[in-house]
């Protein structure tokens, strides 16, 4: 299974980087020159509307380690409605999908002994962290790295075997599915890029990253033909991202909301704040949902790890016409509530059933995927009576009857 992975991954990444080296070697080729017979909508299952979205958190970050080629290529084989990712920004300046500004956690750059010297102290959000920053490192450099599992109780049999990924190479992973496969890019602490990243014109990070999206053709508001073809959600913790872009595309945007601890990184607002039905009413004229820690709907009680009584987020967002996408949904009994007695099926039906959400950042694509069949499975279509019996005579014909 590993090597399996590592190969295909591998593979992938090289047909799709030979496809853009070739499109910027002919300056003249149009920048969708990739989007002909390969990327044909038309031949293409299409993305399921039918029910809540099932969004793969980082990739198939529960199987693999988080935001490479392996991981988003096992959530789409899952089944997932839309791949996620994190974007932030290289020292170069180029688009990378990666969750931490820091490298620490999720790779071996500790023992890259020609970094040793890159360590940095930098506030974040209002923190002094140490680390090995993203920003202070060039594309080539973070190639040169191999991305681990972040969980040690997560299969470590993969770590060292898959490269940091750009944004752009995960765009094209979405765009070369055998079906239509959504893309769910997050505009990942901008404050901080924007403060260590410079582009020329004096382009912002979100300047960079709309500009991405429309390279290969994504547009559209939500439902349309456009977005049909190329399935988008845009999301951010910071709403002045979000209000910014929303001048430069019409794409669907969620608002992402964090714990009730932690205020927004570039407002400085409370969750209370954010959460209220004027603030709701106001950000509405700028995204069509929210996507909130799922603990922060439902509150559990610390000392029984039980749920306690919903909160109205949920009804209040519903009632303006706002989407809720909960994170994060993980199989691990850590995570789950005793309530669902580490049954994640159990959680899968109650935050779809009763909370009524409509859509879920999961980090096990399949076994949602699984639970979605059992309980909304794609219909059927039923033949029409005459034309089965045209089809039935012209078998009988074919076959000297």
């Not at 070697?25 to 969708?32: E, K, M, R, V």
């Not at 839309?82 to 974007?87: G, K, L, N, S």
């Amino acid at each position: 299974m590993a090597s399996f992975w590592h190969d295909v991954s591998l593979i992938v990444l090289v047909l799709l980087l030979i496809g853009v080296s070739n499109s910027k070697a002919n300056p003249a080729a149009p920048p969708h020159s990739h989007s002909h017979s390969q990327l044909d909508v038309n031949h293409k299952k299409p993305i399921q509307t039918f029910r809540p979205y099932n969004i793969a958190h980082r990739g198939s970050n529960g199987e693999l380690p988080e935001e490479t080629a392996a991981a988003y290529l096992r959530a789409i084989e899952e089944g997932a409605d839309f791949i996620e990712t994190d974007i932030l920004a290289s020292k170069d300046g180029h688009l990378i999908c990666f969750h931490d500004v820091t490298l620490d956690a999720t790779t071996n750059v500790a023992n890259h002994t020609e970094f040793a010297d890159r360590k940095r102290t930098y506030e974040v959000q209002g923190e002094n962290v140490t680390g090995w920053f993203i920003v202070d490192f060039t594309l080539k450099e973070l190639k040169s790295l191999r991305v681990n599992q972040r969980l040690s109780f997560r299969d470590q049999r993969y770590n060292g075997k898959y490269q940091i990924i750009t944004f752009e190479e995960c765009i094209l992973i979405a765009l070369y599915a055998d079906r239509i496969v959504g893309i769910y890019p997050e505009i990942k602490n901008p404050i901080f890029i924007n403060q260590h990243v410079k582009w020329s014109g004096g382009k912002k990070f979100e300047d960079k990253f709309v500009e991405m999206l429309l390279k290969y053709g994504y547009k559209g508001e939500y439902m349309s033909e456009d977005w049909l073809k190329q399935p988008l959600f845009i999301q951010s913790f910071a709403p002045t991202s979000l209000i910014y872009i929303s001048n430069v595309t019409n794409s669907p945007k969620l608002f992402l909301i964090d714990d009730t601890t932690i205020p927004t990184q570039d407002t400085n607002q409370s969750y209370y704040e954010i959460t209220s039905n004027s603030y709701l009413e106001f950000i509405r004229n700028y995204v069509i949902g929210i996507g909130p820690w799922k603990d922060t709907i439902v509150p559990p009680n610390p000392k029984d790890n039980c749920l306690g009584q919903p909160t109205d987020l949920v009804a209040r967002a519903h009632s303006l016409n706002l989407q809720v996408h909960p994170y994060t949904f993980r199989n691990e009994n850590q995570y789950l509530h005793f309530d669902f007695h580490q049954d994640p099926y159990a959680e899968y039906e109650y935050w779809l059933n009763e909370i009524s959400v409509d859509g879920l950042f999961t980090d096990f694509t399949g076994s949602l995927l699984k639970y979605q069949e059992w309980t909304t499975p794609y219909q059927k279509k039923e033949k029409n009576p005459e034309a089965l019996l045209r089809e039935i005579a012209n078998m009988l014909k074919n076959d000297g009857y």
